[in-house]
């Protein structure tokens, strides 16, 4: 996951093989940045790996974000490498808006016409007169004094700032109150549990998925890999509990599969005891 989240691309070495078809038994994971794909002059790839070629039968690969005519995947930043840049020019702006001693305090204007000499006289004057206090201003030959400020919409660098924060969440399906980001509207009236339903549903599944694909892709046909995703919720123990009765009620969980699930000792013939008759009803 490190490898895609960060680079894009997972890739392992198959160093064993066995059963039928010598399927992969054991893969070595190697760090992603020793990894080149180098187009020959045929138009063909070559996988080196510490400058050593790979045949590519003999690796085990897997993209984060495939891209059209690449071998390579694209991390999350790398695909919106775009909006990543938006955050970062906001905070060249910020630095330059507010450390440039180019934006003036404000504005001296005049209905007359006033040639350089008389500007300079009148700068001159206003500098002397009131700089650095707060006493009454007194304007001749029709000058008027005008302050300048930051306007809003200029200012909303600050909010762009959360707001980098909460693309790059959302670049990664992260919800930003996870990275100490702003809680979104309505979300932030959800309980722990339901934000964990989330989180499993549209963050870690599209990775596992990636990774259950991949890793079946060794296996036999007939087998296939898949993630308990279901052990990465912790409900409440009254959820929990109430899903239990209702699978064994409905005869596709077992009783001694639920004390596995609760980390309970097992019990000998306790699958073989008969159903338990339903609440109000006479035994």
Not at 127 to 136: T, V
Request: charged share 20%; net charge neutral; aromatic share 8%.
């Amino acid at each position: 996951m490190a490898s895609l989240l960060l680079r894009g691309n997972a890739w392992g070495v198959i160093t064993a093989r066995a059963g039928a078809g010598l399927l992969p038994s054991q893969v070595d994971l190697v760090h992603p940045d020793r990894v080149a794909v180098v187009t020959n002059g045929d138009g063909t790839q070559t996988i080196r790996i510490g400058g050593e070629p790979y045949n590519r039968a003999d690796l085990f690969h897997v993209k984060a974000f495939p891209w059209p005519g690449s071998l390579l995947g694209l991390s999350p930043i790398a695909y919106a490498r775009e909006a990543i840049g938006l955050g970062l020019g906001a905070e060249k702006y910020g630095a330059r808006l507010f450390g440039d001693s180019a934006i003036p305090s404000g504005v001296l204007t005049s209905d007359q016409r006033i040639d350089q000499a008389t500007a300079e006289h009148l700068k001159a004057r206003w500098q002397q007169k009131h700089k650095g206090k707060r006493d009454i201003a007194v304007l001749g030959d029709g000058a008027k004094f005008q302050p300048i400020t930051i306007s809003p919409d200029e200012a909303q660098f600050i909010q762009t700032q959360k707001f980098s924060v909460a693309t790059i969440c959302r670049f990664y399906g992260v919800p930003p109150e996870m990275m100490a980001g702003e809680t979104a509207g309505h979300e932030a009236y959800t309980s722990p549990e339901m934000r964990g339903t989330d989180f499993l549903t549209f963050t870690l599944r599209p990775w596992l998925y990636r990774v259950e694909r991949a890793v079946s892709g060794l296996l036999p046909s007939t087998q296939r890999a898949k993630f308990n995703a279901g052990a990465m919720v912790r409900a409440t123990l009254l959820d929990r509990y109430q899903a239990h009765k209702l699978g064994i009620e409905a005869g596709w969980l077992l009783r001694s599969e639920v004390r596995e699930l609760e980390d309970r000792p097992p019990i000998a013939g306790i699958d073989d005891r008969p159903p338990e008759p339903p609440e109000g009803a006479v035994a």
